[in-house]
């Protein structure tokens, strides 16, 4: 391209400086030196012109050929979007399927085995209670019998006491002494019963609150879990998911 422009400048000096015509605006340039300097501007000239007339004279074929080939390009890209849209869409419902029949087996797990939890709590419940009755009646009746023990033995002493002009006032006060003790461990005893029942019965009543928070956490997830996967509720036939819906 600098050849090109170098001959074109000195073409146009030739024809600045020729030999002007009198009388008109014409000039004489020598027909030899304008010649070589346009055959340097054509030989100075790129092959891309050549091939960018080609192009432009075939513009209208190419761009039908680029038209057809996009709108092939779309149609196949359309055609594999569908299908595998289609794909997408089976695989999802087939997941969602699953999914639904493994949360319908686990919250069937979870209900038999909060049934079976809240089933061994009762028997519990119910061993530990009759257990500690049993336990707090031998207790009273082993005080009582005590007590009436105690008591007897304190009479006949007060009795053998009284026969005994010396000892009168010492066996009276011996025979208070005897009863006030005979009294003491009379309530001794009621009091151990009484602790022992109420021990018994608050370690069940811890062993069976944290079987329930374990039960009422199992079934909270459950909910929870049901809610997300879109049957809120429905599993569960109506209960609140806190398990202790099941201790009637």
């Known amino acids: 391209m600098y050849r090109v422009f170098e001959s074109l400048d000195a073409l146009v000096t030739v024809v600045e400086e020729a030999r002007g015509v009198p009388m008109t605006s014409n000039c004489v340039v020598p027909r030899g030196d304008v010649l070589d300097l346009l055959d340097d501007v054509r030989e100075a000239l790129p092959g891309e012109l050549d091939d960018a007339q080609d192009v432009l004279d075939r513009r209208d074929e190419i761009v039908d050929d680029a038209t057809q080939e996009a709108e092939q390009t779309r149609s196949g890209a359309q055609a ?5 849209v289609s794909d997408a869409r089976e695989e999802a419902e087939r997941l969602l399927a699953e999914a639904r029949a493994e949360a319908e087996q686990t919250v069937a797990r979870a209900r038999h085995e909060a049934e079976r939890a809240v089933a061994e709590g009762r028997r519990q419940y119910a061993e530990l209670t009759d257990r500690a009755q049993a336990d707090a009646e031998r207790i009273a009746h082993a005080g009582r019998a005590a007590h009436d023990r105690y008591v007897a033995d304190g009479q006949a002493e007060q009795a053998r006491l009284v026969s005994q002009s010396e000892v009168v006032r010492a066996a009276q006060a011996e025979a208070a002494r ?6 003491a461990e009379a309530e001794r005893l009621r009091q151990e019963c009484d602790g022992y029942v109420d021990a018994k019965l608050a370690e069940f009543e811890d062993a069976l609150g944290k079987a329930l928070r374990t039960i009422s956490r199992g079934r909270s997830n459950l909910w929870r879990g049901g809610q997300q996967n879109g049957a809120a509720g429905v599993g569960l036939n109506g209960r609140s998911g806190t398990g202790m819906d099941l201790i009637d």
């Not at 594999?80 to 595998?84: K, R």
């Not at 005897?178 to 009294?183: E, F, L, P, Q």
């Open 178 to 183: 005897i009863v006030d003790s005979a009294d």
């Open 80 to 84: 594999e979007a569908e299908q595998l």
